[in-house]
């Protein structure tokens, strides 16, 4: 068994080194790594030529900035040319590292296992120091063969999104990407996720903290904001989309799933309305959410006492603004109290 590491590179060139050196630390060294420089400006591409010019293990794809999507896929089409059917591919994002024995347990749990899909818990850190342990006292751990399960698992915590909490099989790969899901930017990670848990025979969620995710707790707003913040659906009517094709979930299952979506939704609505920009341009943007055909659906099941989706289903896009004017006020009030 070989690993195949798979890292998107954009714009890490402080925090690149130490990714690779987390791989090159490994207990186990039979691995491969895949740079993908997805069009950085800074110091990455020299970077990532500099560890292909020292360790012949490691290869470098230079192209056009594509986004996450596109430069996964551009890792998963160079393993899937290079690896043999019994080897394995790891997730990587270039500002995080591994723990030095995450190879080695992968690769245990999977023989140990006769799987073809190994979930790994994280710790969030930040400058060498733990914030968060990987909390398993709230996180599945076991085996799962049955679709039904692993669908309700998966499908319903968005925890279980990111690439990197699983190894897989390189035979789980999609040999095919969507171009549709190119532009996508936040949910890429759910979409790519689908075809390997389509075909997923055996899957195993460790208890093992084996990644050290990175968090800057300096950092006082959110990626997304207005400027950034397009309404698409994509993400969870595609996932909808699966699950109904799939005909392994009851009704009540859908009903079950349905509650998942409402808050996702609900999320939708009070990111837009605490954005710092003018009412009238957070009222448009909750008319978009509102007349998407998906989110229109989910919001129609809501109950009354979901204040938010209520409000939505009857366009009050100014009393949901005011509210979430005064959120984001307390929450302001909140953080200068905290910091005297």
């Known amino acids: 068994m070989t ?22 630390s490994q207990t186990v060294q039979n691995f491969r790594i895949i740079l993908v420089n997805d069009g950085s400006t800074d110091g990455s591409a020299a970077l990532c030529d500099k ?34 059917k019994e080897d394995w591919a ?3 994002d270039a500002d995080d590292s591994l723990k030095p024995n995450a190879l080695e347990t992968i690769a245990a749990a999977a023989q140990r296992e006769d799987c073809d899909m190994v979930f790994i818990g994280e710790d969030q850190v930040w400058q060498d120091r733990v914030l968060r342990p990987f909390p398993v006292e709230m996180a599945f751990v076991g085996r799962v063969e049955e679709k039904r399960q692993l669908y309700k698992i998966v499908f319903q915590d968005g925890w279980y999104n ?16 969507v171009e549709e899901y190119y532009p996508v930017r936040f ?23 084996l990644y050290n995710y990175a968090i800057n707790p300096r950092s006082a707003t959110n990626d997304l904001n207005y400027e950034k913040y397009a309404c698409s659906s994509l993400v969870p009517r595609t996932c909808w989309e699966f699950l109904k094709s799939q005909n392994v979930w009851t009704e009540a299952d859908f009903a079950e799933y349905g509650s998942w979506l409402r808050r996702l939704t609900r999320f939708q609505v009070w990111l837009v309305a605490k954005f710092r920009t003018t009412a009238k341009n957070r009222g448009r943007l909750l008319e978009e959410i509102n007349r998407d055909e998906f989110y229109a659906m989910v919001i129609s099941t809501a109950p009354r006492k979901d204040a938010a989706l209520r409000l939505m289903k009857g366009c009050h896009y100014g009393i949901l603004c005011l509210m979430g004017t005064c959120i984001r006020w307390l929450g302001n009030l909140r953080r200068w109290v905290k910091n005297g």
Not at 162 to 177: I, M, N, R, T, Y
Not at 187 to 205: K, N, T
């Open 51 to 84: 560890a292909a010019a020292e360790d012949s293990r490691v290869t470098v794809i230079h192209q056009q900035n594509t986004g996450p999507y596109g430069a996964r896929r551009a890792a998963i089409e160079r393993c899937l040319k290079e690896a043999e």
């Open 187 to 209: 949910g890429e990670d759910l979409l790519q996720s689908i075809p390997m848990y389509a075909h997923c025979r055996r899957a195993v969620f460790l208890k093992d903290s």
């Open 3 to 24: 690993f195949y590491i798979l890292i998107p590179v954009y714009q890490v060139e402080a925090f690149l080194a130490q990714c690779l050196d987390s791989v090159f």
């Open 90 to 92: 790891v997730f990587l």
């Open 162 to 177: 990111p690439l990197w909490k699983k190894a897989v099989s390189v035979s789980l790969l999609p040999p095919e990407g």
